[in-house]
Antibody
Framework: QVQLVQSGAEVKKPGASVKVSCKASGYSFTNYNVNWVRQAPGQGLEWMGIINPSGAGTSHGQRFQGRVTMTRDTSTSTVYMELSSLRSEDTAVYYC??????????????WGQGTLVSVSS | DIVMTQSPLSLPVSPGEPASISCRSGQSLLRTNGYNYLHWYLQKPGQSPQLLIYLASKRASGVPDRFSGSGSGTDFTLKISRVEADDVGVYYCMQDLQTPYTFGQGTKLEIK
């Protein structure tokens, strides 16, 4: 079945970087974009960015400009999200979610289990 | 950025009763292809979000037909015909007409 499995929880100090992985299985990896969404404690959902595993093109929200890098490894069907210059406000659960195929399919139809990133001195 | 506004933010409902959540967008989510790029997700306590409705009115695979979505342009509604205990959680609408994709604030459904 379609599945996204993320890497484990991380604890980082302010100013450091974190790299979260998301391994896809059960579908053709290069046929679907992958999105990153985060959720601060007790808060709502915030879209961070999207990567096309086929051509590696990316797009991200302006508030993450210069701090987020999304990459992929087609040999392992894994996408990565790296966030740099971490601050306490980046403490959140980070999710990957499968994107849409074509213009009329479901979007975000499969989510990873989430990765808690804690930023504290 | 497209602002998404949900109401109500809290929704206490008795089992077996209907429930309705509204979502309004700051601009039309209707493309020339006829699709509205508005989706509904449910995040149950302690879980990842799950897709309920996509493109405003299409039920995702495995979603009970108690759930339905309607609306077009800037006004959308998620309806639950008969609420069950398993429906508790936070419901989010999201637009993906353009990046950055944006979510509503969430509506917390609880059982009375």
């Amino acid at each position: 079945q379609v599945q996204l499995v993320q890497s484990g929880a991380e604890v980082k100090k302010p100013g450091a970087s974190v790299k979260v992985s998301c391994k896809a299985s059960g579908y053709s990896f290069t046929n679907y974009n992958v999105n990153w969404v985060r959720q601060a404690p007790g808060q709502g959902l915030e879209w961070m960015g999207i990567i096309n595993p086929s051509g590696a093109g990316t797009s991200h929200g302006q508030r993450f400009q210069g701090r987020v890098t999304m990459t992929r490894d087609t040999s392992t069907s894994t996408v990565y999200m790296e966030l740099s210059s971490l601050r306490s406000e980046d403490t959140a659960v980070y999710y990957c979610a499968r994107g849409r195929q074509g213009v009329s399919g479901p979007n975000f139809d499969c989510w990873g289990q989430g990765t808690l990133v804690s930023v504290s001195s | 950025d497209i602002v998404m506004t949900q109401s109500p933010l809290s929704l206490p409902v008795s089992p077996g009763e209907p429930a309705s959540i509204s979502c309004r967008s700051g601009q039309s989510l209707l493309r020339t292809n006829g699709y509205n790029y508005l989706h509904w997700y449910l995040q149950k306590p302690g879980q990842s979000p799950q897709l309920l409705i996509y493109l405003a009115s299409k039920r995702a695979s495995g979603v009970p037909d108690r759930f339905s979505g309607s609306g077009s342009g800037t006004d959308f509604t998620l309806k639950i015909s008969r609420v069950e205990a398993d429906d508790v959680g936070v419901y989010y609408c999201m637009q993906d007409l353009q990046t950055p994709y944006t979510f509503g604030q969430g509506t917390k459904l609880e059982i009375k």
